[in-house]
T-cell receptor, first 113, second 113 residues
Framework: AQSVSQHNHHVILSEAASLELGCNYS??????LFWYVQYPGQHLQLLLK??????LVKGIKGFEAEFIKSKFSFNLRKPSVQWSDTAEYFC???????????FGGGTRVLVKP | EAQVTQNPRYLITVTGKKLTVTCSQNMNHEYMSWYRQDPGLGLRQIYY???????DKGDVPEGYKVSRKEKRNFPLILESPSPNQTSLYFC????????????FGPGTRLLVL
């Protein structure tokens, strides 16, 4: 069974700091990769996704993620965070053409003003 | 407005009292899914449906039932709720397979006493 690991459960940083959240998955075949974000009191929204092509993908609100196949990783980055980036971030993986989306445990990010 | 709706948003019940959480989408999506979110565990898939009358188990189906009699609706049924089913539940839908981007409902917070 596929699994997804997010290395940090909680991250606290100040505005303008850079953010990187790690995500590793276990499935060895072709995968689709997602980062979802859940702002306080809101439902999950898609931040960005990778299906194929350029392994560096750009999402909304200045986020980007890099797919490194050899490392089974899909890390999320943002060069300069804002207070409004306070949220919980979830990495998710699906086998290409598969029916099950597997989520990581989530990382709570708190950005101090 | 394209959306996934869930009702109720909050529910407090007692052990053994059957309940249903409704989910409806207005995007003509074929694929629908239920997840539960628990601290540190991320989202775990309960059941999913590829289309009308086609459902399958996710990773944590025990204690839950679903039905898909209409394309737009995918209710989650707890025949005999137990305290370990206290959780935050999300319904999601996507165009076809589960590998496509999923759109999430606002969540239902359930407390089983």
């Amino acid at each position: 069974a596929q699994s997804v690991s997010q290395h940090n459960h909680h991250v606290i940083l100040s505005e303008a700091a850079s953010l990187e959240l790690g995500c590793n998955y276990s499935y060895g075949g072709t995968v689709n990769l997602f980062w979802y974000v859940q702002y306080p009191g809101q439902h999950l929204q898609l931040l960005l996704k990778y299906f194929s092509g350029d392994p560096l993908v750009k999402g909304i609100k200045g986020f980007e993620a890099e797919f490194i196949k050899s490392k089974f990783s899909f890390n999320l980055r943002k060069p300069s965070v804002q207070w409004s980036d306070t949220a919980e971030y979830f990495c998710a993986v699906n086998r290409a053409a598969g029916n099950k989306l597997t989520f990581g445990g989530g990382t709570r990010v708190l950005v101090k003003p | 407005e394209a959306q996934v709706t869930q009702n109720p948003r909050y529910l407090i019940t007692v052990t053994g009292k059957k309940l249903t959480v409704t989910c409806s989408q207005n995007m003509n999506h074929e694929y629908m899914s239920w997840y539960r979110q628990d601290p540190g565990l991320g989202l775990r898939q309960i059941y999913y449906s590829m289309n009308v009358e086609v459902t399958d188990k996710g990773d944590v189906p025990e204690g839950y039932k679903v039905s898909r009699k209409e394309k737009r609706n995918f209710p989650l049924i707890l025949e005999s709720p137990s305290p370990n089913q206290t959780s935050l539940y999300f319904c999601a839908s996507s165009t076809r397979q589960g590998s496509e981007t999923q759109y999430f409902g606002p969540g239902t917070r359930l407390l089983v006493l």
